[in-house]
């Protein structure tokens, strides 16, 4: 693999190329590009597109649920998002927002379903989330999220399995001298199994 990156005023750019050869699925090359652009001094938007290739595992295989037969999974995606470090509460970054898209697009995907481990032929799945975090005080953050996924089988026009539509996130984390602890909430919500 070989990965390069570079900077000029405000603009960061990234690329990545990897070349591997998987015996029984050959010789496979996925890439990725990326770009960062600082709008503030705490504030930045970005980008990156590429592609990826997952050989089924042994265990997919071969396992009392495998299938020997499987497919290499391939997929291309891209993303857009931003987050900004916010001056707040007496605080230069008191205040954190993040907020992401992703689309991705997998052919031949590797899945368990039913009683064994499958393709499915086509999938998309959209993804947007949202991340906020606050410092009240030096030592205290709280952090809050929500997670939406829209994850379908276009072949058969249909919601994948285990993936479920919504899900929330809220955290605490309290640090003083050597103390340090953290306080966590996860909810997901209803899909389909």
Not at 79 to 95: K, S
Not at 137 to 155: E, F, K, P
Not at 176 to 183: D, E, L, P, Q, V
Request: proline letters at 3%; charged letters at 25%.
């Amino acid at each position: 693999f070989v990965t390069a990156q570079g900077r000029h005023d405000a603009l960061s750019i990234t690329g990545a190329l990897r070349i591997v050869d998987f015996e029984g699925f050959g010789t496979q090359t996925t890439w990725r590009l990326g770009a960062s652009y600082d709008v503030a001094d705490h504030a930045r938007i970005y980008g990156a597109l590429g592609t990826s290739f997952r050989a089924p595992s042994l265990y997919e295989r071969f396992s009392l649920a495998g299938r020997p037969d499987l497919d290499p999974e391939t997929g291309k995606s891209w993303e857009v998002g931003g987050d900004a470090r916010l001056g707040a509460f007496g605080q230069d970054t008191g205040l954190e927002l993040r907020a992401l898209y992703r689309h991705t697009e997998l052919e031949d995907m590797i899945d368990f379903l039913g009683f064994n481990y499958a393709n499915i032929d086509r999938a998309e799945i959209d993804t947007a989330e949202v991340r906020v975090a606050i410092r009240p005080a030096s030592w205290l953050t709280l952090a809050g999220g929500y997670t939406y996924t829209d994850a379908q089988d276009t072949v058969a026009d249909m919601p994948l399995l285990r993936r479920p539509e919504n899900a929330w996130l809220a955290s605490a984390d309290v640090t003083r001298n050597a103390f340090t602890g953290r306080i966590s909430w996860r909810s997901v919500g209803k899909h389909q199994d």
